[in-house]
């Protein structure tokens, strides 16, 4: 199967567990935070309301990671960008040592 047929069918499965969810969990319920109540709300509406309050919180709390992983995936491209220019300005073997200009093709030239 493609992968977009299996997607698809995860899709639609989650759906329906989601719609069923939602019929069996309909009765009313109070909420009560700090000095607020919430009277006759739907359970699953509760209970998605929860749900998208943590997604969110967690959204937030990554935010600081996720920059500072973008910072430093910029500085290691700044860091190959200036290697590659370097490489080009300068023959630099595999392991990173400088053969220089004055060595020619390096240690096993052919030239005397």
């Given at each position: 199967m493609k992968s977009s047929t299996v997607a698809t069918?995860?899709?639609?499965?989650?759906?329906?567990?989601?719609?069923?969810?939602?019929?069996?969990?309909?009765?009313?319920?109070?909420?009560?935070?700090?000095?607020?109540?919430?009277?006759?709300i739907p359970l699953v509406l509760a209970l998605f309301g929860v749900f998208a309050a943590g997604v969110i919180g967690g959204a937030i709390i990554r935010v600081p990671k996720i920059r500072r992983i973008?910072?430093?995936?910029?500085?290691?491209?700044?860091?190959?960008?200036?290697?590659?220019?370097?490489?080009?300005?300068?023959?630099?073997?595999?392991?990173?040592?400088?053969?220089?200009?004055?060595l020619g093709n390096g240690f096993f030239s052919d030239e005397e």
């Open positions: 069918v995860f899709i639609l499965a989650f759906a329906l567990v989601l719609i069923v969810f939602t019929l069996q969990n309909t009765e009313s319920v109070t909420l009560r935070f700090l000095v607020w109540q919430f009277t006759n973008k910072r430093e995936l910029k500085e290691v491209r700044q860091e190959l960008e200036k290697l590659a220019t370097a490489e080009k300005e300068d023959d630099v073997t595999s392991e990173g040592i400088s053969m220089g200009k004055q």
